[in-house]
């Protein structure tokens, strides 16, 4: 497959507004002749379909939860990044996409990155304008704090409840619209489905979670919206919920599936403490605005930390990178951290954490100062650990957090499926081989308020309108998913699918993790069709489709987790480089820095499905503005 990225032409500041003129429309008066399926109400979906309602479309909103106030989008913490240069301490929308590029390691589109950072002082009005309660200065102004890969103050914040308030605002958004008869929501309701006619997205089959009813939606453009594939690894920082069925089931009718292996690895997050536990616990990045990342001098330390003296500690970060230290990128900072556990300095009952230390801070700006700032943060994680952070440093280790990879978009968000548009962190997204912290929501809103409507009408106006879920199409669907449902009710074998996923987790986690080889994805490509074909023989669902069963909710998500893990092995064991979350131990600098290969990897892998095969195609990556060069952050 040829892919075509539809990248303007011109300079790169006026690429989105010379694009924009260029667009077709769709007359205002014929918006409400055509329908639109958002999938997901998180940030990116909520905003997406609350904007096409607004402008007259009419929206179906799917989501598997009975609110989009349930979203993953609630647990963002730290904060949304934005240009604005309030501090007045150099920031600046170029300065915003050298940032974002560099912090990718190089691995995404010029074009895509600066207009999310043209557009990221937009979301801020936007949002502020909504009631968001961003903090502020004592004058009024909004306040911004600092953020791993950056010299400047750029991020806004809502103490440690950005995303939640972020989604509030677009909750209220869609809501409006809901009220308003131009959005209809469809709650528990799970997507299992793309229905192509002709090669173009033209509806979804779903399942009702509650009652097991399948049924087909007709529509004249498909928007995806569901978030990213971290929970492969089965421990992680997302809901437990989110999954990679819709973009997967979408991928296997013709949608490309791009940089797989390029997952971002969190370096401030709760350490496992239990082999029974079902996800991880992050704590946000801006934690390491104030504290001070360090662990023990001598091997297998296990004194009290606030018994150790100063210099018998090691601040790692702070020495290895003088000038960004603890706010070096998640990428860098995680290696660092397993490195030191690795060679025996760990902290813990396991050895298999640091500290994060807020002792400084405290004695310098008191105990209140830091609570009004994070202290929703310290309380819970004083409710999960038993520790108090006032008076203990926290523990800390990396956890699975964000997936850069997703389906292949073009410049207008549209998937190599005409008609079938994806958002946030669905697509491939704008963050190459690594996201810096407190870009996600930005690339979220940006793309549902600012993106989507624009460029949406240039497809749908060269479409005559849909609406006949009649069509073959769908009943071939519809019978194909309840074949597969029918095959997962009949195996009846004696393992739960927990105890399937938890076992492709440790896979993917010892061998396609925080560190990769030739040898471990090879391990990873032999011992994954072995646990597929164990699913198939030894999964027990028990009950029938036709009721609320969320053991058949988890075993389709795991299927599609086993062949997602699958590609990503085969994707990283074709990524003969290092670069940015994608870290291959064959390629590595002599400081153990990620060692990228721009001759012969400067693209994006996008993957096709061809019966029951993956295919490679190419997207290349052109860099006019900015130089290769390898990251430093010393």
């Not at 810096?436 to 308020?449: E, K, T």
Request: hydrophobic share 35%; glycine share 8%.
């Amino acid at each position: 497959m040829k892919l075509n990225s539809q990248i303007p032409e011109g300079p790169l500041s006026d690429k989105w507004s010379q694009h924009k003129f260029n667009l077709n429309l769709v007359n205002p008066a014929n918006k409400r002749k055509y329908t639109v399926i958002v999938v997901g109400t998180g940030l990116a979906g909520a905003s997406a379909a609350a904007t096409l309602a607004e402008l007259g479309y009419n929206v179906l909103a799917f989501s598997y939860h009975e609110s989009p106030r349930r979203a993953h989008s609630i647990a963002a913490q730290g904060g949304i990044n934005a240009a604005k240069n309030y501090q007045n301490d150099g920031d600046s929308i170029h300065r915003l996409f050298y940032d974002t590029i560099k912090g990718g390691d190089y691995r995404s589109r010029e074009a895509n990155v600066y207009r999310l950072a043209e557009l990221s002082g937009n979301i801020i009005d936007q949002c502020a304008a909504q009631g968001v309660p961003f903090a502020r200065e004592y004058g009024g102004h909004l306040a911004n704090r600092s953020f791993g890969g950056a010299q400047v103050s750029r991020t806004f914040y809502a103490r440690g409840q950005t995303g939640q308030q972020l989604l509030l605002g677009a909750y209220s958004a869609l809501i409006r619209q809901m009220n308003l008869n131009k959005v209809n929501f469809f709650p528990r309701h799970e997507m299992l489905d793309l229905v192509t006619i002709d090669g173009h997205a033209k509806g979804i089959v779903t399942r009702n979670l509650v009652n097991g009813e399948i049924k087909s939606f007709a529509a004249d453009s498909v928007v995806l919206a569901t978030g990213g594939y971290g929970n492969v690894f089965y421990l992680s920082t997302n809901a437990m919920a989110s999954n990679v069925t819709a973009s997967w089931r979408a991928h296997k009718k013709g949608a490309c599936f791009a940089n797989p292996c390029f997952t971002q690895i969190h370096p401030t997050c709760i350490p496992v403490s239990s082999g029974h536990q079902s996800k991880l616990t992050l704590m946000s990045e801006s934690l390491r605005n104030d504290g001070r990342v360090w662990v023990p001098k001598k091997e297998k330390d296990q004194r009290n930390p606030n018994d150790i003296p100063e210099n018998e500690r090691d601040y790692y970060l702070e020495r290895l990178y003088p000038s960004f230290g603890n706010l070096v990128p998640r990428d860098v900072a995680s290696r660092r951290a397993k490195e030191m556990c690795d060679a025996g300095l760990g902290v813990g009952e396991t050895g298999l954490a640091v500290y994060l230390d807020f002792k400084d801070v405290i004695d310098r700006e008191g105990k209140d100062w830091v609570a009004e700032k994070y202290g929703n943060l310290f309380d819970m994680y004083k409710q999960i650990t038993g520790q108090n952070p006032y008076e203990n440093p926290m523990m800390i280790y990396p956890a699975v957090h964000y997936t850069m990879g997703g389906l292949w978009v073009d410049y207008n968000l549209m998937s190599s499926i005409p008609g079938l548009h994806v958002l946030g962190e669905a697509n491939f997204s704008d963050h190459g081989a690594n996201r810096l912290g407190a870009s996600a929501l930005m690339q979220g809103l940006a793309d549902g308020y600012f993106i989507i409507p624009y460029t949406i009408g240039n497809y749908l106006s060269s479409q005559v309108p849909f609406n006949d879920n009649n069509h073959n199409a769908f009943k071939e669907s519809i019978d194909s998913v309840n074949n597969t449902i029918s095959r997962f009710l009949n195996i009846k074998g004696n393992k739960t699918v927990d105890e399937i996923h938890k076992e492709l987790g440790k896979i993917m986690w010892d061998n396609v993790g925080m560190s990769r080889s030739t040898e471990s994805l090879t391990k990873a490509l032999h011992l994954i069709p072995k646990l597929r074909e164990d699913f198939y023989n030894n999964v027990n669902i028990p009950d029938t489709n036709h009721e609320f069963n969320s053991e058949l909710e988890k075993a389709g998500r795991l299927v599609d987790f086993i062949d997602l893990g699958e590609l990503m092995a085969k994707d990283a064991l074709d990524r003969e480089e290092s670069c940015g979350g994608h870290f291959r131990e064959e390629h590595q600098t002599s400081e153990n820095e990620a060692k990228r290969n721009d001759e012969d990897y400067a693209y994006v892998a996008a993957w096709q499905y061809k019966k029951d095969k993956h295919e490679l195609c190419k997207e290349d990556l052109k860099f006019e503005n900015v130089k290769l060069a390898t990251r430093s952050y010393k």
